[in-house]
Every structure is written in structure tokens, then in C-alpha cells.
């Protein structure tokens, strides 16, 4: 059975910073980070492009960065300058994608970005 373990997410003030890991079960094409704050839908951070690179939300440009480990199954999301607007909790995918849905989902971490 897959699974998928977020960690790293906490209480950071305004302008903090914060590392989120993901890891998975087993070898799987981790797909990206996505997050859902509170009374809104689950929205994308990052995706993971086919060339290696990663394209993120214009709301986390210029201050997140991804990476992967892919010898340990486990990605990273450094999120710097984090603002309220922050406030989500964080989710990895992996797998395939079915009818715009990732196969595979964490049970995701909370950060909350608040003085």
C-alpha cells in the first residue's frame, strides 16, 4: 500500500520560514505540493514538470523552492517570507493522474503563519 507522510509544518510568525518533506511509501513519481486552507479548495503549490523542473502558484513565486531526494522517495517545499495568507495545510501527490486527480495523497501538515 502507498502512502504518503508530510512533515515539517508548524506555527511560524510572519516572515518565517519553513521546510515541508514528503515521503512515500514506496518509488513513485511524486507529483507536487498542494495546499487547502480553511473554507476554500484545495488549491496547487508546485507541480513537478517532466523536464525536472517545477512550476509553482504566482502567490509562492520568488519565495518557495522544491526538491527531491528521489533516492529516498521524499520531496521538499522551502516556503520563506511566509505571510497569513500562507495559513493551509499542505499536501504531497504522487501516482498517476486519473480524471484530474492524483492517485495518491499525505494526510497533509499544517502551517499556520500568524504573530
Known amino acids: 500500500q502507498v502512502q504518503l507522510v508530510e512533515s515539517g509544518g508548524g506555527l511560524v510568525q510572519p516572515g518565517g520560514s519553513l521546510r515541508l518533506s514528503c515521503v512515500a511509501s514506496?518509488?513513485?513519481?511524486?507529483r507536487g505540493w498542494y495546499r487547502q486552507a480553511p473554507g476554500k479548495q484545495r488549491e496547487v503549490v508546485a507541480v513537478?514538470?517532466?523536464?525536472?523542473?517545477?512550476n509553482y502558484v504566482d502567490s509562492v513565486k520568488g519565495r518557495s523552492t522544491t526538491s527531491r531526494a528521489n533516492a529516498k522517495n521524499t520531496a521538499y517545499l522551502q516556503m520563506n517570507s511566509l505571510k497569513p495568507e500562507d495559513t493551509a495545510v499542505y499536501y504531497c501527490?504522487?501516482?498517476?493522474?486519473?480524471?484530474?486527480?492524483?492517485?495518491?495523497w499525505g494526510q497533509g501538515t499544517q502551517v499556520t503563519v500568524s504573530s
Open positions: 501527490a504522487g501516482g498517476g493522474l486519473r480524471g484530474g486527480i492524483y492517485d495518491y
Open positions: 513537478f514538470t517532466t523536464d525536472g523542473s517545477t
Open positions: 514506496v518509488s513513485i513519481n511524486l
